[in-house]
């Protein structure tokens, strides 16, 4: 009995002295991402802005719209009356946003802490026409704008 009350003292005091770790999203496929978006827009981020709302500081990119490829962008929280993603200052492993960066994103159309699905892993980069970081299901890069819109279709349609 002793031995047993011990061990037990010993496993609490040891998960006591783990320091607690920053929350992670599980990782998930491009697929998984594109079901997961309320709304799917090719878009150029504008200069970010801060806001805060209720207390909580948000870094804001208004979106210039150039495509809407699910769902309707109008859904969007909005800055400005344009589109915007809002993300919560301070959260760890944010990827990084430049005023005229354009961007394949995959979104959820109300605010939370990142509108980015899979917390920050539906943010694909376009330079000159050419999509950097999606993969299809066999781990092929997608980098052909179109090749991607065919890649979301899929993937929304499959069950």
């Known amino acids: 009995m002793r031995a047993a009350l011990r061990a037990l003292s010993l496993g609490l005091w040891l998960l006591m002295a783990v320091p607690a770790g920053a929350t992670t999203a599980p990782?998930?496929?491009?697929?998984?991402?594109?079901?997961?978006?309320?709304?799917?827009?090719?878009?150029?981020?504008?200069?970010?802005?801060?806001?805060?709302?209720?207390?909580?500081?948000y870094t804001v990119y208004p979106l210039t719209v150039a495509e809407t490829l699910t769902g309707d962008a109008g859904t969007l929280p909005q800055y400005q009356g344009r589109p915007a993603l809002y993300v919560l200052q301070g959260l760890a492993d944010l990827p990084t946003l430049t005023a005229g960066q354009e961007v394949v994103a995959l979104l959820y159309?109300?605010?939370?802490?990142?509108?980015?699905?899979?917390?920050?892993?539906?943010?694909?980069?376009?330079?000159?026409?050419?999509?950097?970081?999606?993969?299809?299901?066999?781990?092929?890069?997608?980098?052909?704008?179109?090749?991607?819109r065919d890649a979301i279709r899929a993937a929304r349609e499959a069950k």
């Open 27 to 57: 990782t998930l496929t491009f697929a998984q991402q594109a079901k997961k978006a309320e709304v799917i827009v090719r878009a150029t981020l504008g200069t970010a802005a801060t806001v805060t709302e209720g207390g909580a500081a």
């Open 109 to 148: 159309a109300r605010r939370l802490d990142s509108p980015v699905v899979g917390f920050n892993q539906g943010l694909y980069p376009v330079s000159s026409g050419k999509v950097t970081g999606a993969k299809d299901a066999a781990g092929k890069d997608i980098t052909d704008l179109g090749a991607l």
